[in-house]
């Protein structure tokens, strides 16, 4: 198995996350180099990222569900599930994540609102130049 490395980032001031929301609290930001087999656009990227959870996150999610569910916070959104050929259009749904906008073949960028907080996930695709 590849071994993939995630370096911590500056946030690019490109990024759609960074002017989605009037102020933000907490930003961060990773980038890591894809493995071979990984088809390179955003799409199957994304899908990569968030249709693949280790159990034992589907599972932290399912009881952060029952524990919220008293305070009346959302436990899962409205979007319709996206058709896993189509590319991810705003308004679609990848897993538990709604994507609200896009950028191309460059990046996607999901996200909910709810009472207590509005949060920005922002997967970004850099082809870098063959070196000959």
């Not at 709604?98 to 907080?117: A, S, T, V």
């Amino acid at each position: 198995m590849e071994k993939i490395v995630v370096q911590e980032i500056d946030v690019p001031s490109t990024s759609l996350a960074m002017r989605s929301l009037p102020r933000l609290d907490f930003a961060d930001a990773f980038k890591c180099q894809l493995p071979e087999n990984q088809p390179p656009n955003i799409d199957s990227v994304t899908r990569a990222i968030f249709l693949t959870m280790p159990p034992w996150v589907v599972q932290l999610l399912e009881l952060r569900n029952v524990i919220v569910r008293p305070f009346g916070l959302k436990i899962s959104i409205d979007a319709v599930p996206s058709n896993s050929q189509d590319e991810l259009q705003p308004g679609t749904a990848v897993g538990a994540f709604e994507i609200l906008d896009r950028r191309h073949n460059e990046e996607i960028m999901l996200g909910e609102d709810d009472k207590h907080l509005d949060y920005r996930v922002s997967i970004q695709l850099e082809r870098e130049e063959k070196k000959c």
